[in-house]
């Protein structure tokens, strides 16, 4: 098995003003995107071209909005990108370029 193109642990995931998990995970892997909980289970997926990552206009910078299968996922990961080898989910920018990437889209 290939590895992801992307991968993000300890993820708040959020739907609306509920939130679905409080360290999910995200993962760009064979050109779909995967929103998990903390134990593995899928909350959604949806291959990459499908879906839209933008940043919120009035929100931290550590939070980015992910549209799959018509519903608008928030996820806060990290403000700043983790020092390597330090634990932490990936800063949201960095999210929002993988989306485009594993897309075929740039900018």
Known sequence: MAEP????????????????????????????LELL???????DSAPVQAVRASKPWFAADDRALADLNGNRYLLTLGEHDPAPGEPGPPAARRF????????????
């Open 96 to 107: 929002i370029e993988a989306v485009r990437r594993a897309a075929g889209r740039n900018r």
């Open 37 to 43: 909980t903390s134990y593995g289970s899928e909350i």
């Open 5 to 32: 193109e992307f991968r993000a642990t300890g993820v708040r995931i959020g739907k609306r003003l509920r939130s679905l998990t409080r360290a999910g995970q995200v993962r760009i892997n064979d050109g779909r």
